[in-house]
């Protein structure tokens, strides 16, 4: 019954598409043309927001226009005009007077920098209407004008970030992703275009574009459905790693695919197939281990978020099937939180956490992202059913903050396969651990201490909004699952520390949620923390650090014992800074001429020379017949 159903609304839907069709100005990737006008929703001060012109099937369905008018929408004045020159783009015919020009290709696009500073602002929002003068040809009847009005909001002072903690988005869509499935379609905004964007925003350092692998492997032959080709461009630039969305797990009903989930590989070699074009799609568990052959590891995408094409009867994907899979992390934190669709964000969210917990719990070393998931959307979400005011998936509102020792795209990978990251919209979180034998200099690493040692956290921070800042530690001892160490509500930028005893093994990890807005938050990767609770010398130290567990008096800090021959305090030195050996006796003095006469020292057990004892030492000559001196 379901598949009937189904049959029927995909051709309710293609009978409406083929009605209606027309432009479209979004990234949905209709069967005929699409006209694309984004730019960010925030750049740094001082920044041009950097506009981005689209057309796309062009080559299925011209679009002639006159020109491009840019208007302040709060003050109403007309700013600047481009022109097809300016466009690169050639002249084809006039209309009463008017030049006009056309797009024809499959994909067209420019990128036009925009003064902020020459707008009127509210709030330090600038809102700019962007209309494009089309023109029916060869009728020169007057066509369907293209008008978007965005807001950029203007940031005055940087995100805050830490030194060599570089800042990115891990599920971005370019386009690539140049898809159509019968009913829905998939389109991304060009790659050079999203690291212009980046740029203008400040903070996105790096950008994974991850486009999916269908588009890849179903739905075209030509430059933009070659893998090779995404390969070369993301490799011009390095801000772009390399990645791929890629489906696993999907039946297909009706020659359509359900049901599935999707793995984001990143550094790979070469294209994961996932046979949609064959509709044979391989287990999730098979394209792990194909990642992992090309040379890269693998993050779950979005795993408690599931999207129904059709309520009942369709869903484009599902929840994480199988969480006991040999991935290297969960995206749990996928899209933007504060869009139309907040709570059923928030809620993927927490979900995917608890389902990290769970992991942890379990003894899984297992590190979580966040990404965008965003196709172009540099301002707004746009979907099949419309244009939306408040985009789920706008980029940049989902970050992730990786550690390198410089930046450089290896860098980056290393430190998302090592978990060596932060997840956040609100600011900088990071923290350290040191134990006399150990140090977690980073988030992600794994020290070893002695059992009871104390272990002294640094948690540092800079926020844009206030949070309740807590440490937990799993698995907990007072608490289930994990005990909970709360530091109250937090502020601006600080230092702060705790000092904990390491009882038992445990991960270690931080969040902070804002108290005003529950959508702005920060999650650290964990710190571990193994305990040796071996010593079988019962001295100070554990045999992990004892260098003979077997003799108590020989541990790191101990004493150096002078002539028991044993490298007591583990300098790999013997009996070092010891000058005598106790005991031994030697004869002290100045001379034995006269009254004057030697005497006897003995060296102490600390390997140094006692008093002189029994000596007796010049003195001023008396009158006594005695030789005082």
Known sequence: MKRLSRLSVILIFSVLILVFSGTIFSYTNEPYKDIIIDAPWEVEWGKSIPVLFGVHEGDI??????????????????????????????????????????????LWYYVYNVDSTSFAKELNNVRIKYLIDSVENPLCHAGSDVSKTLQTHIRNEPFPKFPNWYCGDTHYHSSFTDAWFGVYGELGAPIDAAIIGGKAMGWLDWIAVTDHSHAFSQHGTDELHDWNSFKNTCNKYSECLIGEEINCDYNFILGEPEGGNHILGFSINNLINDNF???????????????????????????????????????IYEKWHDYSLNYTGLEIWNTNLDGEEKTKQITALEDGKKKWIDLLLSGRKVFISAGSDAHGEFNRGETIFGYKDYGDTGFGKAITCCYAPSYSKNN????????????????????????RFATAEKIGDEITVCKNDNIDFKIDYNLLKNCNLKLYAGPGIVKTPEDDYAFGTISGTNTVTLNLQAS??????????????????????????????????GDAVCSRYDCNDADSAIYPGAKEVCGDGKDNDCDSSVDENCGCTPGQTRQCGVTDVGLCSFGTQTCQINGQWGSCIGAVYPSPEICDSKDND
């Open 504 to 537: 038992n093994n445990a991960y270690y990890r931080l969040d902070c949620i804002s108290v005003s807005d529950d959508t702005k938050r920060l999650y650290t990767n964990p710190i571990w923390v193994k305990v040796d609770s071996k010593n079988s010398d």
């Open 412 to 435: 980056i990978y290393n430190a998302l396969k090592n978990g060596n990251c932060y997840l956040t919209n609100n600011g900088a979180l990071k923290f350290s651990i040191v134990n």
């Open 277 to 315: 074009a064959n509709k044979n799609n391989p287990s999730c568990s098979e394209i792990i281990k194909q990642v992992r052959v090309n040379g890269g590891f693998s993050y779950a995408a979005h795993p408690e978020t599931e999207t129904e094409l059709i309520p009942g009867l369709w869903d």
């Open 61 to 106: 369905q011209p679009y002639y226009f006159y020109d491009i008018k840019i208007y302040d929408d709060i003050t109403g004045d007309l700013k600047f005009t481009i022109t097809p020159s300016i466009l690169g783009l050639p002249i084809v015919g006039n209309c009463f007077g008017a030049d006009y020009t056309v797009v024809d290709k499959h």
